[in-house]
């Protein structure tokens, strides 16, 4: 699936009346197939540019295309039909925390089923194998038929990962995926989606704070800061003269964020609303 933003602005839902655009007039095309990573400092204008590609955020300006189609154009009910072709992995995940591990990961399907389904799958997973399927490549199939609640929080974020390799969606769009990962399983979790995508042939753009991971992982890296795209290279032509200037007065953000003592974090993290 292909992806176009040309002179986008954009502002996050929750910023103040007052402040400047998160976007400023950015331009980005990803091809069909392609997998960039999106780094940047807090504040950059990450989380927003997830939104608009999405389609959940309408620009101020600028144009969005999503395979040729400008979604905000389209009737009500197309545009729900292009969503469903999307897959949009926050950085905290949207589990019920009474839900059940097997419940939470087939819910990656529901675009691509009827409601009546969707309800019985509530109470009767509809495809136990598939989901199982999908939390061994996160290394989570043990945790099958857990509560979500009772999940640490590098678990749910491996959860919601696992949603994205059952989505029908042909363009992935993931928000900070290892805010509660150690680097070990970092890597296998980009590693895992990374795999996946290329199988099916998806578009990838994900955001991360993890600079070494996204220079390792992705084969195509944008830099962005204070909503303008500053460079937007192969991942071997970035020096450390452009990291540094995209980091500048924020360079203690370039090793990422520490992971807690275990690996993983051992309750809920609250969402994250820094990136705007």
Do not use: N
């Amino acid at each position: 699936m292909r992806l176009e933003l040309a002179g986008i602005e954009a502002r996050h839902p929750a910023a103040r009346t007052g402040l400047p655009p998160a976007l400023k007039k950015l331009d980005l095309k990803l091809a069909a197939g392609e997998q960039v990573a999106v780094i940047g400092p807090s504040g950059a204008g990450k989380t927003t540019l997830l939104q608009v590609a999405a389609a959940s955020l309408p620009p101020a300006a600028g144009a969005l295309r999503i395979d040729g189609d400008d979604p905000w154009a389209l009737s009500g009910r197309a545009r729900q039909r292009l969503r469903g072709r999307l897959f949009l992995a926050p950085q905290t995940p949207p589990l019920p925390p009474r839900q059940r591990v097997v419940t939470a990961v087939l819910a990656g399907r529901l675009p691509a089923i009827g409601f009546w389904e969707s309800l019985r799958s509530l109470f009767y997973p509809s495809d136990i194998a598939g989901a199982h399927a999908a939390l061994t490549h996160f290394d989570l199939a043990d945790k099958l038929f857990e509560r979500v609640d009772r999940l640490s929080g590098g678990e749910r974020q491996r959860v919601g990962l696992a949603r994205t390799l059952l989505s029908p969606a042909s363009l992935w769009l993931i928000d900070e995926p290892l805010s509660a990962l150690d680097p070990t399983r970092a890597r296998q979790a980009i590693s895992a989606l990374l795999l996946a995508a290329e199988e099916r042939r998806a578009t990838v753009l994900a955001t991360l704070h993890q600079v070494d991971t996204a220079l390792e992982m992705f084969p195509r890296i944008v830099g962005l800061r204070q909503g303008r795209v500053v460079f937007d290279l192969a991942r071997g032509e970035v020096g450390q003269r452009h990291l540094a200037d995209l980091y500048a007065q924020h360079e203690d953000e370039l090793g990422g964020p520490a992971p807690a003592a275990d690996g993983e974090a051992d309750g809920p993290r609250p969402v994250a609303m820094h990136c705007r």
